[in-house]
């Protein structure tokens, strides 16, 4: 459980200093555009309870932007007391909504049970939906879930599939995983996966 706790933080920490919080969408307008917007000053100034004091009466009406950005603070301790339970909570609420990387932050919640029953099936479908808006993260993890046989049938093609198509958006540990799945494989099961590849990204990853 330590090292999920630490590897969690890490991809939290990564994903913030890259600056994948949710920033305001078209959507928001008047003083919730506003709220949001000196939520968003404040983190960056490193107020991280005036954040989170501007972030929750979003979250709590809905905003799904702002449900995001409390998944991070309760998942790092920043403004608040640090609880699993509440980020995932958060980002459940976000990852329903359609935001891409609380998807996958959820997938990766179950798969390591943190803040939620461990259940390597319902992380594999979060990972899916993520991997099939393109998100390069959830891609080499659902790689790794068919590697191993977690929460699917296990199925090395399809781990070599989802491992190509993360690396070739720039994912090193997708890189790292094609070529352990290669190492297993024949030459006919290469491919196989590799054609697999080419039409999934032709369908835009959708139904691969």
Not at 12 to 41: H, N, P, W, Y
Not at 72 to 97: C, H, P
Not at 127 to 141: F, L, M, R, W
Not at 152 to 161: P, T
Request: charged share 20%; aromatic share 10%; glycine share 8%.
């Amino acid at each position: 459980m330590k090292k999920s706790v630490l590897k969690l933080m890490l991809i939290f920490s990564l994903v913030i200093a890259s600056g994948r919080l949710c920033l305001a969408e078209e959507e928001l307008t008047g003083f919730k555009l506003i709220q949001f917007d000196l939520g968003m000053k404040a983190y960056q100034k490193g107020n991280f309870e005036r954040a989170f004091a501007e972030w929750k009466p979003l979250a709590e009406m809905g905003i799904a932007q702002a449900q995001n950005n409390l998944g991070f603070m309760y998942a790092l301790g920043q403004g608040v007391n640090k609880d699993y339970a509440a980020a995932a909570n958060w980002t459940r609420k976000a990852a329903e909504q359609g935001i891409v990387g609380s998807q996958f932050r959820l997938g990766f919640m179950y798969e390591n049970g943190l803040g939620l029953a461990l259940d390597y099936s319902i992380a594999a479908n979060w990972y899916k939906i993520a991997a099939e808006q393109g998100n390069a993260d959830a891609q080499s993890n659902l790689s790794a879930m068919f590697a191993m046989g977690r929460g699917v049938i296990q199925d090395i093609v399809y781990a070599h599939m989802w491992a190509n198509i993360a690396a070739s958006q720039g994912n090193n540990q997708a890189k790292e995983r094609l070529e352990a799945a290669t190492d297993l494989m024949t030459p006919d099961q290469v491919a196989e996966a590799q054609k697999l590849a080419r039409e999934c990204v032709k369908k835009q990853y959708r139904d691969c």
